[in-house]
């Protein structure tokens, strides 16, 4: 009899960056759920007076990403790599899922997640697979010049604007268990991640943690939990009627 052993998979790359605002969260959600068939490669980015969504900071932050992400597909060449921000646990491990998607888009050069829950709409670039190419390359450089040229633009503004038009790359989208909240709450199915999207104000890791924390009971209490916000959504409708 001969035994047959597989060899296991190598770990993907998954790269992440953050600023000091954001240290619990990378900390005390991302990192500590983070399966060990993703290797982690972190960059703590400088401090700024405020990285809250759509400050100075924030644009300041999301433009040394982009700068990192380059950086990135040149030190991988040939290679698929994962960007993904540090608002996001893992709910199970996405390894061969994520596999499984790029051996069945052999065309594909990125893969993003939706923004919403909508057939076809802007992707959201909290979660992002890349094939580390020139084309891949020369995307992100476009990206960054995009973001230079129009100083209020993010990094997902500049990218949807474009994928819009000939961006001389192909790209998919990641299926809906790569969730985000600005797909609806809660989740109808089984997710792979939880990506805690759609916060505003100077109160945006505070919402994000406790969006971690509803995700928890959901995942501890199911059906009753869900039961408990339809009742609790019937209510305020009530009270906005009155």
């Not at 805690?196 to 995700?215: E, V, W, Y």
Request: net charge negative.
């Amino acid at each position: 009899m001969i035994d047959t052993v597989t060899a296991p998979q190598p770990s993907l790359k998954i790269y992440a960056c953050y600023t000091p605002s954001h240290g619990e969260i990378f900390r005390d959600y991302f990192a500590a759920t983070l399966p060990d068939s993703l290797a982690l490669h972190s960059t703590t980015i400088a401090a700024r007076d405020s990285s809250d969504f759509g400050t100075a900071g924030f644009l300041q932050a999301v433009t040394d990403k982009v700068e990192l992400i380059i950086a990135s597909v040149d030190d991988n060449s040939g290679s698929v790599i994962i960007w993904s921000d540090v608002d996001i646990v893992f709910l199970s491990d996405p390894a061969e899922e994520i596999r499984q998607i790029i051996a069945k888009s052999q065309e594909a050069d990125l893969w993003f997640q939706r923004e919403t829950r909508e057939p076809e709409n802007d992707v959201n670039v909290g979660f992002i697979v890349m094939r580390c190419t020139e084309k891949v390359r020369s995307f992100w450089s476009s990206v960054l010049e995009l973001m230079k040229e129009n100083p209020q633009w993010n990094d997902q503004a500049a990218v949807n604007h474009l994928l819009q038009g000939k961006c001389g790359v192909a790209w998919d989208y990641l299926p809906g268990e790569f969730y985000a909240r600005s797909h609806g709450w809660p989740p109808k199915g089984k997710i792979t991640l939880y990506h805690a999207n759609c916060t505003m104000g100077d109160d945006a890791i505070g919402q994000k943690i406790r969006q971690f924390r509803q995700l928890q009971l959901l995942a501890t209490y199911g059906l009753l939990y869900k039961a408990f916000l339809k009742i609790q959504k019937v209510g305020l409708k009530a009270i906005n009627r009155s």
